[in-house]
Antibody, heavy 122, light 111 residues
Framework: EVQLVESGGVVVQPGGSLRLSCAASGFIFDDYTMHWVRQVPGKGLEWVSLISWDGDSTYYADSVKGRFTISRDNNKSSLYLQMNSLRPEDTAFYYC???????????????WGQGTLVTVSS | QSALTQPASVSGSPGQSITISCTGTSSDVGGYNFVSWYQQHPGKAPKLMIYDVTKRPSGVSNRFSGSKSGNTASLTISGLQAEDEADYYCSSYTSTSTPRVFGGGTKLTVL
């Protein structure tokens, strides 16, 4: 059974930094592209970032480009999101999600974690 | 503003069928067969219901089906049940610099 467990969500001040982690199990982690998706409480889903199976390809939403960095450690089956220069509008639940296929990043997300809440507030 | 357009809400009675639309452009929905649909109950993580426009993952009821015409994809739920009441989101691959986009979500109410 695929399991994705996010951690690291806390309350942080505007301008601060935070690193989210996602521990994966139940599948061959280094075969799959992984994603971060966020959701402001009570609002819709927003795709944030993806990283290819080997870490060579990364993409970001315009809203986080230049501030967030996605990375992965295939030896630890873990996904990360380094969040810098945080803004109040970054307040959201952050989900890690596994891509559907073991090639590319075209198809979508077939497994999701339970989410971790990041609150940016003074 | 979301990249894909969905109706904010739809409703139906038990046993009826409903359809949720998801409108994009030729750079996303219309250009690729990579539309997926997600169901989200309150306080829960999203769940994949449809991928590649029409495919159902193992374990998803065959009451859920997907289709596409031009730049608009659709999710149809037949034989509505109370447990279908949830938020539904479409998503598509896009050829822009941000390769995945979501719709704004549709709240389904089972009357």
């Amino acid at each position: 059974e695929v399991q994705l467990v996010e951690s690291g969500g806390v309350v942080v001040q505007p301008g601060g930094s935070l690193r989210l982690s996602c521990a994966a199990s139940g599948f061959i982690f280094d075969d799959y592209t992984m994603h971060w998706v966020r959701q402001v409480p009570g609002k819709g889903l927003e795709w944030v970032s993806l990283i290819s199976w080997d870490g060579d390809s990364t993409y970001y939403a315009d809203s986080v480009k230049g501030r967030f960095t996605i990375s992965r450690d295939n030896n630890k089956s873990s996904l990360y999101l380094q969040m810098n220069s945080l803004r109040p509008e970054d307040t959201a639940f952050y989900y890690c999600a596994k891509d559907i296929r073991d090639s590319g990043w075209y198809a979508g997300f077939d497994s999701w974690g339970q989410g971790t809440l990041v609150t940016v507030s003074s | 503003q979301s990249a894909l357009t969905q109706p904010a809400s739809v409703s139906g009675s038990p046993g009826q069928s409903i359809t949720i639309s998801c409108t994009g452009t030729s750079s996303d929905v219309g250009g690729y067969n990579f539309v997926s649909w997600y169901q989200q109950h309150p306080g829960k993580a999203p769940k994949l219901m449809i991928y590649d426009v029409t495919k159902r993952p193992s374990g998803v009821s065959n009451r859920f089906s997907g289709s596409k015409s031009g730049n608009t994809a659709s999710l149809t739920i037949s034989g509505l049940q109370a447990e279908d009441e949830a938020d539904y989101y479409c998503s598509s691959y896009t050829s822009t610099s941000t390769p995945r986009v979501f719709g704004g979500g549709t709240k389904l109410t089972v009357l």
